[in-house]
């Protein structure tokens, strides 16, 4: 079964520092994975998505095919970046595109 | 923001009885999802639509039922809740699925706060 595994529910982390939040999945085909984030008070958006190869607010993730992970990082972080982060999972003939979500991750940034 | 409503926003319900959430779009998106959200579970997939009168269950899928007789409708029901359904629920709609079925991007609802005491 498909499984996505978020190992930090919380992280915390000064301002400038850099940022690291872990995702591993379980799916034995190719999947297609994201980071979703919630900030305070708003709804839960895209962040990310790995086939874009692109960087948003300054935030990066690398699919490692190999550690079945997909870690999202930022060189320096922020104060506006703490939220709660979610990875999700998708993968090709998915009946009805659903999403795999992880437990999350909240992320603090002290000032 | 991509238009969906969720209806109430709040809600505090007595065990035993129905509780009916209602998630509305202005999209006119096929795929609708409800998914429920709790500490250290993240969110899960309770049930999903994929066209008018088409459903099917989620992960977690026992004790709810759904109906969507409109595009723009997507209703869950807890038939008689219990404490353990305590949770934010979440509806999400997807653009499209794209080729070789994948999942487009999510857009999600504000949420509905359910207590059940």
């Known amino acids: 079964a498909q499984r996505v595994t978020q190992p930090e529910k919380l992280l915390s982390v000064f301002k400038g520092a850099p940022v690291e939040l872990k995702c591993n999945y379980s799916?034995?085909?190719?999947?297609?994975l994201f980071w979703y984030v919630q900030y305070s008070r708003q709804r839960l958006q895209l962040l990310l998505r790995?086939?874009s190869r692109e960087s948003i607010k300054g935030f990066t993730a690398d699919l490692n095919k190999g550690e079945t992970s997909f870690h999202l990082k930022k060189p320096f972080a922020q104060e506006e970046d703490s939220a709660m982060y979610y990875c999700?999972?998708?993968?090709?003939?998915?009946?009805?595109?659903?999403?795999?979500f992880g437990q999350g991750t909240e992320l603090s940034v002290k000032p | 923001d991509a238009g969906i409503t969720q209806s109430p926003r709040h809600k505090v319900t007595e065990t035993g009885t129905p509780v009916t959430l209602r998630c509305h779009q202005t999209?006119?998106?096929?795929?609708m999802y409800w998914y429920r959200q709790d500490p250290g579970h993240g969110l899960r997939l309770i049930h999903y639509?994929?066209?008018?009168?088409?459903?099917d269950k989620g992960e977690v899928s026992d004790g709810y039922s759904v109906s969507r007789s409109k595009t723009e409708d997507f209703l869950l029901t807890l038939e008689s809740a219990t404490s353990s359904q305590t949770s934010v629920y979440f509806c999400?709609?997807?653009?499209?699925?794209?080729?070789?079925?994948?999942?487009?991007?999510?857009?999600f609802g504000n949420g509905t706060r359910l207590t059940v005491t």
């Open positions: 999209e006119n998106h096929r795929y």
């Open positions: 799916y034995s085909g190719s999947p297609e």
């Open positions: 999400a709609i997807s653009e499209s699925i794209r080729d070789r079925g994948l999942s487009g991007t999510l857009h």
């Open positions: 639509s994929y066209g008018v009168k088409d459903t």
């Open positions: 999700a999972l998708t993968w090709f003939y998915n009946q009805g595109g659903k999403l795999i």
């Open positions: 790995h086939i």
